[in-house]
T-cell receptor, first 112, second 110 residues
């Protein structure tokens, strides 16, 4: 199994630009989580899906952030417009049963 | 609310033991433990379920005190490969999503 796949691995963009992060969960996993990690705030849950349906998006910072999961094998996290304070490592994780979570390699986002 | 981890950092010599603690103010359904090495993603180590069985690795064990809403991770005879940041993640009540602690940085020296 290839594990959770995220793209891009690194993204550098300018303030105000739209950023789209992508995630392919492990096949057969029915839960998908988006996390953000920074030195100041640690590892924060942004949103999670179960069976492609968003269950809890209370961690999404503001309306500039949106996430979709159009099917069981793909999810996106979009930031529009991006700001320097959005700079962080964004992880996607999937789980078969709300127990063990398998994290992807992460996307390191830098907003200039 | 974020669980509280202690200590924030610990330095060991190879072969020594370590204990990392995690406490929550909420009634917990489960406690997860993950290890993250620098520049890498967190990797699952252990899960403890309320009233359930314990899962995890051979040389790393954990306990879950449901009355105190506390969990401890025990690393015995530490190896160089144990170095990294350890996070506990807690699921409270009926919620199944995790809230992670701020992490404990473990360094094992030869």
């Amino acid at each position: 199994d290839a594990g959770v796949i995220q793209s891009p691995r690194h993204e550098v963009t300018e303030m105000g630009q739209e950023v789209t992060l992508r995630c392919k969960p492990i096949s057969g996993h029915n839960s998908l989580f988006w996390y953000r990690q920074t030195m100041m705030r640690g590892l924060e849950l942004l949103i999670y899906f179960n069976n492609n349906v968003p269950i809890d998006d209370s961690g999404m910072p503001e309306d500039r952030f949106s996430a979709k999961m159009p099917n069981a094998s793909f999810s996106t996290l979009k930031i529009q417009p991006s700001e320097p304070r959005d700079s962080a490592v964004y992880f996607c994780a999937s789980s078969p049963d709300y127990n063990e979570q398998f994290f992807g390699p992460g996307t390191r986002l830098t907003v200039l | 609310q974020q669980p509280v981890q202690s200590p924030q950092a610990v330095i060991l010599r190879e072969g020594e033991d370590a204990v990392i603690n995690c406490s929550s103010s909420k009634a917990l359904y489960s406690v997860h433990w993950y290890r993250q090495k620098h520049g890498e993603a967190p990797v699952f180590l252990m899960i403890l379920l309320k009233g359930g069985e314990q899962k995890g690795h051979e040389k790393i064990s954990a306990s879950f005190n449901e009355k105190k809403q506390q969990s401890s991770l025990y690393l015995t005879a530490s190896q160089l490969s144990y170095s990294g940041t350890y996070f506990c993640g807690t699921a409270a009540g009926s919620a199944r999503q995790l809230t992670f602690g701020s992490g404990t940085q473990l360094t094992v020296l030869p």
